[in-house]
């Protein structure tokens, strides 16, 4: 994993996982969340909350990425919500107007009440 792009997840409940990224969400960085958010669901935890506080610049390929981790979850009976977007996120995701197919909200704590 790159200097410049973190991940962290914690677990506060059973299925349940909080995925905490911080840094550039460029094209390795968003291979890197696939890859982590592919095995988290294959270790049953199915609904899963991004916390993307901490990310100062999404590229394309990030943008791709969470709607394929939308999908992907759908496909396998879970969910992705999506928290706490910084600005750099905030701006892309207005822009291309992908709030119809994104979960997004406020806090990590309003994510985790839908899950």
Do not use: H, W, Y
């Not at 409940?13 to 909080?18: L, P, Y």
């Not at 460029?26 to 958010?37: G, I, K, S």
């Not at 939308?70 to 709030?99: F, H, P, W």
């Amino acid at each position: 994993m790159s200097p410049d792009f973190t991940i962290d997840v914690t677990d506060p409940r059973a299925g349940i996982a909080v995925v905490r990224v911080a840094g550039r969400l460029e094209a390795r960085a968003a291979q890197e969340l696939r890859r982590r958010c592919s095995d988290l669901r294959e270790e049953g935890r199915l609904k899963i909350v991004i916390n993307l506080s901490g990310v100062s610049f999404v590229a394309s390929s990030g943008i791709g990425t969470l709607l394929a981790l939308t999908e992907e979850s759908k496909e396998s009976g879970g969910s992705v919500q999506l928290a706490a977007l910084s600005q750099a996120v905030a701006a892309v995701v207005d822009l291309l107007n992908l709030t119809e197919f994104l979960a997004i909200f406020d806090t990590e704590s309003k994510a985790m009440e839908t899950v």
